[in-house]
């Protein structure tokens, strides 16, 4: 099926006791177990079925099968945050002394947690210079144990060689774990070029209206865990934590994504409510549609301000000024992400000027949803940087991240327009 059928349709059959269409909230903490032979066959994952909503949900299983089926992966983990799903992902395949590699240009608070939180935890992340694959390879050694990359790095907007990166991370027979939030599979789908692990912030472009935090972890089911077992001899050798289950034995291909609930979400447990997985299941129904407008007022806000005396740049892939307009081309099939940047002549002072002045457009720090969105990085996400770590996360003083929502071109161009007017 095609991305828009699966996000109306996609790991759901009509509930067998009650036809509910609509997905139903399943609002249980446990399920009751027939015997006490059921309850060991299920926690020893001999039979299907629900224990305890930290480890699964009904709910959350129709999510977790929509988003995996969106972006062509085996399985999916849904948990609170996109956050959760970044450092879940990390944990399952690091331990300590190992390290991990990184473009620099990242999401403010994973920058944080690879800068200071998992070195404190013993493991390492080293960001390379650029998202060039050769400046990624120069820093693998045999401690390596994934490769990280966004896609679409938010805010710096840069577009990542994933096909490269993939086939650096495989000749190195390391993973790559991609964060596909800014670009949606409706735009970019990673595992199509190599990638291995997906992560997501569901809090954004698949949920769509700004109401409800989550998180995905999708498994390609591709890695070979086996074959690579000396350097991931987590997924291959008995696991004293659960009753010695071998996860490439027990799991198969969905090893990964195996160890990553038995371990992380059973042990620690962000997990996501059934309520927000319904939430965001209504959200997902539209992405499709969302994105077209997305992107096409996104193109039209680019060109207004491209063409404006008071803005000094623009930085949109959408472009062919752009340096990352080819793999845009190649990437999203040309269909430039609705988050951009700008930059304001006059600089740090203009561009806070200019946010205070908006209107219509929302002062916050989120992206992907309805309504267009704007926020300063140097005084918001990006602020516990240095200046000289921001100019390698792509922040630039004078920078406005915009989110441009679905609400008519004309009004959100007119309200940048009076801002603009405001500032400069
Ligand atoms: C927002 C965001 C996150 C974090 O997601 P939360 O749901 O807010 O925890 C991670 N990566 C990217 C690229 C994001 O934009």
């Known amino acids: 099926m095609k991305p828009e059928t699966i996000a109306i349709h996609g790991g759901y059959e009509y509930d067998p006791t009650t036809k509910a269409v609509a997905v139903p909230i399943y609002q249980t903490v446990s399920y009751a177990f027939d015997s006490a032979d059921h309850a060991a066959a299920l926690f020893n994952l001999e039979v299907e079925g ?27 983990l849904c948990v609170a945050s996109g956050q959760t799903a970044v450092y879940y992902a990390l944990l399952n395949v690091a331990e300590l002394g190992s390290n991990i590699i990184s473009v620099p240009q990242l999401y403010g608070t994973t920058h944080t947690m690879f800068a200071h939180l998992l070195p404190s935890q013993g493991v390492h992340v080293r960001f390379a210079e650029s998202d060039h694959p050769d400046a990624l390879e120069k820093l693998i050694d045999d401690k390596t144990r994934a490769i990280y990359c966004e896609s679409v790095g938010n805010p710096a907007g840069n577009i990542c060689d994933i096909e490269k990166l993939a086939q650096l991370a495989h000749r190195h027979g390391l993973p790559l774990i991609v964060d596909n939030t800014v670009a949606s599979p409706i735009l970019l789908r990673p595992i199509e070029y190599g990638a291995d692990i997906v992560v997501h912030s569901l809090t954004k472009f698949l949920g769509g209206h700004g109401t409800t ?32 289950l071998v996860y490439t034995e027990h799991y198969g291909r969905a090893a990964f994504m195996g160890r990553c609930r038995s371990v992380y979400q059973r042990t620690i447990g962000a997990a996501l409510s059934p309520m927000s997985a319904f939430l965001l299941l209504q959200g997902i129904e539209t992405v499709a549609l969302r994105l077209d407008r997305h ?3 996104g193109r039209k806000v680019a060109e207004f301000l491209r063409d404006d005396p008071r803005i000094e740049w623009v930085n949109y892939a959408g472009f062919p000024s752009s340096p990352y307009y080819n793999l845009a081309q190649k990437y999203l099939g040309g269909r430039a992400c609705s988050l951009m940047t700008v930059g304001l002549k006059g600089g740090f002072e203009a561009a806070v000027k200019f946010h205070d002045a908006l209107n219509l457009v929302t002062r916050l720090v989120n ?16 602020r516990q940087m240095s200046p000289e770590e921001q100019l390698i996360a792509g922040v630039r003083p004078e920078m406005i991240r915009l989110s441009i929502g679905i609400e008519h071109s004309d009004d959100i161009i007119a309200d940048l327009d009076q801002a603009l007017n405001a500032a400069i």
């Open 367 to 382: 992206l992907g949803d309805a309504k267009s969105l704007a926020c300063h990085p140097a005084s918001t996400t990006h």
């Open 50 to 76: 629900f224990r305890y909503t930290r480890i699964s949900n009904p709910t959350t299983a129709v999510l977790e099968r929509r988003v995996a089926a969106l972006e062509g992966g085996l399985e999916a």
């Open 213 to 244: 935090l989550g998180g995905a972890i999708v498994d390609s089911g591709n890695f070979p865990w086996k074959e690579h077992a000396a350097r991931f001899p987590m997924f291959s050798q008995p696991d004293a934590s659960y009753h010695d």
């Open 295 to 297: 992107v096409e007022n």
